[in-house]
């Protein structure tokens, strides 16, 4: 029936479109080969900064230490070379044999000491905000050397060629690289953080739908909440050992001197934990364990076998 010849027709040129569309985002879309062969034109900075974007740590700038001093310095002498003008006018302006000038005025100043003071003042507002513009930066940390090699083997599983390599040399001045979203970690983290091993293991692992195809093997993220509780939990646990293993100590310890020693080396132990493993201030640490060797002397009187 024409009917049946009409839905015949309708679909046979649909399904050519779906063909058609199916062939276009064939042909427009790189293969894995063309990406390896050319990884400038399919990944270039799109995949790169999408990289770095990635975690916040991947955020590394230079601080460009030795120019910036450079620039501070160039603007301090031409507001020094003004500072010299200014003295010569104003010295010029009070000599006895000199024409009687206003000295005293800055509203009916002369035209020549005003446009001076206008110039200066122009410059020590650029030099002022350069200043505070470099306070801040230098307020930045330094750049793991973890973080560094994570990214050279983002640019390594690329063969170096998905930046132009001359661009890529921002990442061998290492002294000068900066996190930008810094992370305030416990030491016992960072001590995780610099074992491969111990950063590394699968339960930390957690999946990143935003991977690319091209980096999806190469490039794993793991979870640093799960590892910040791990390092709490370590904490914690040291703690509480900390705690109740002295008690047990000094009641299976009947001679004074022996007690004596098992609480100055808990006390010694406390201390280190603190200042190192939790990065208390030194006061801080001092008065926590002040208190922990007064829990322990109070048991050390009044404890004992039965």
Not at 187 to 207: A, G, M, N, Y
Request: charged letters at 25%; a negative charge.
């Amino acid at each position: 029936m024409p009917v049946a010849d009409q839905e015949s027709a309708a679909n046979t040129v649909n399904t050519l479109t779906s063909i058609n569309d199916t062939s276009e985002t064939t042909i427009s879309s790189p293969t894995e080969n063309d990406i390896l062969r050319k990884p400038w034109k399919y990944i270039g900075y799109r995949g790169y900064s999408s990289f770095l974007a990635s975690d916040d740590e991947f955020l590394v700038l230079r601080r460009f230490d030795n120019l910036s001093v450079r620039v501070a310095l160039s603007l301090q002498d031409e507001i020094s070379v003004l500072e010299s003008e200014l003295s010569a006018i104003d010295g010029e302006y009070s000599r006895r044999n000199a024409a009687d000038v206003n000295n005293g005025t800055l509203r009916h100043d002369q035209q020549d000491r005003t446009e001076l003071l206008n110039k200066i003042r122009q410059k020590l507002r650029h030099y002022n905000e350069f200043i505070l513009q470099q306070t801040a930066m230098k307020k930045y940390q330094p750049t793991p050397s973890r973080i560094i090699k994570s990214i050279r083997n983002w640019h390594y599983n690329h063969d170096y060629h998905a930046i132009d390599e001359v661009e890529q040399k921002y990442l061998d001045d290492e002294k000068d690289l900066i996190s930008v979203v810094p992370k305030d970690k416990m030491p016992v983290r960072r001590l995780i953080d610099h074992s491969r091993r111990l950063r590394t293991f699968s339960i930390w692992k957690q999946e990143n739908q935003e991977t690319p195809d091209y980096d999806a093997a190469y490039v794993s993220y793991y979870s640093d909440k799960r590892i910040d509780e791990f390092a709490s939990g370590l904490i914690v646990a040291a703690g509480v050992i900390m705690l109740i293993a002295p008690l047990w100590i000094l009641q299976a310890l009947e001679s004074p001197t022996y007690k004596l020693i098992v609480i100055t080396l808990f006390v010694f132990v406390f201390l280190l934990t603190l200042s190192f493993a939790m990065a208390t201030k030194p006061f801080e640490a001092l008065g926590a364990t002040a208190a922990y060797a007064a829990v322990l002397m109070v048991f050390l009187q009044f404890g004992g076998p039965g």
